[in-house]
C-alpha cells in the first residue's frame, strides 16, 4: 500500500511540476501628460517582455540615473514592477529590490514599440 501511495504522489508531484507553461502575467503602465493607459499583454508579447526583462542586466550606477524612473511608466510582470525609462535610454528601475538594470537596445525599442501601439510614447519626462 505504501508503494502504490508513493507511485501515486510521485506522478501527481511530476504532472504538478511538469504540465503546461504558465503565460505570464504582464501589463503596460503609463501615466503621462493626461495619458492613463493600463493593458494586459497576452500571448508573444507577454512572453516577449517577460523574456527581456528575465534577461536584464543589472547595472553598477554611482548615484541614480537621470533618466526618470516611477511605476507611472512600467511594467508588471507577475506582480513585480519593473520602471522603463522615461527618456530614450535602455535603462530600468527594478523595484522588486530597487536595483537599476539594463536591457539592449533593441529590447528597449521593442518595449517602446509596446507602449507605443497602446497610445503612449518616448520621451514623457
Known sequence: MK????IILALLTV???GGCSQEPEVELTFVCYGEDIHVKLEGE???KVAQILDNKVYDLFFGIPACGFDKDVSIRVNGRIYA???DTCN????YGN???FSVSEQDMEYIHSLFEKYGGYFPCI
Open 3 to 6: 508503494r502504490f501511495l508513493c
Open 15 to 17: 504532472v504538478a511540476l
Open 45 to 47: 508579447e507577454a512572453q
Open 84 to 86: 522603463i525609462a522615461r
Open 91 to 94: 535603462n530600468g528601475l527594478d
Open 98 to 100: 530597487l536595483r537599476f
